[in-house]
């Protein structure tokens, strides 16, 4: 099995297996996203659990590609220090930018690595950030992250 073919299996098990689906019960902030070219949106949620780790709920319609990206979120993300979670979220904005030509670190990224085919694609990205940029807007609405942090 060559590297693109097991990444889209690992792109269509999140889509068809998405972990972590659904909104939270207390959430301390959410954001709503829509990507207008394509009709894609989603609602990211946030809390903290005991540990001050992120909690993070979503729910969503759209293709495979902004679903399971939101799923790969908050497998990667879950229960991570704030810190944490924007190292991954940065690393994997630099791979959505990257137009293809990355080199993704897969320590840090985990199976948010199998996206790496859609950067060459400028129309799929949006789709893949979707969930992310939405994370985004709701831990500075949360008081998480403050404006101007991160990308």
Known sequence: MNLESLYQDIILDHYKHPRGKGLLEN???????????????????????????LVIGY???????????ASVLVELLQGRSIQESEEVRLAFLELMHSKGSGDPDEEVLGDAVAFAGVAKFPARVKCALLAWMALQDAEIQAGLLKTGEGA
């Open 27 to 53: 959430p301390l902030a959410s954001a709503f996203h829509v990507n207008p070219t394509c009709g894609d949106e989603i609602t990211v949620q946030v809390g903290r659990n005991e540990a001050g780790g």
């Open 59 to 69: 729910e969503g319609q759209g293709c495979s590609i902004s679903q399971a990206s």
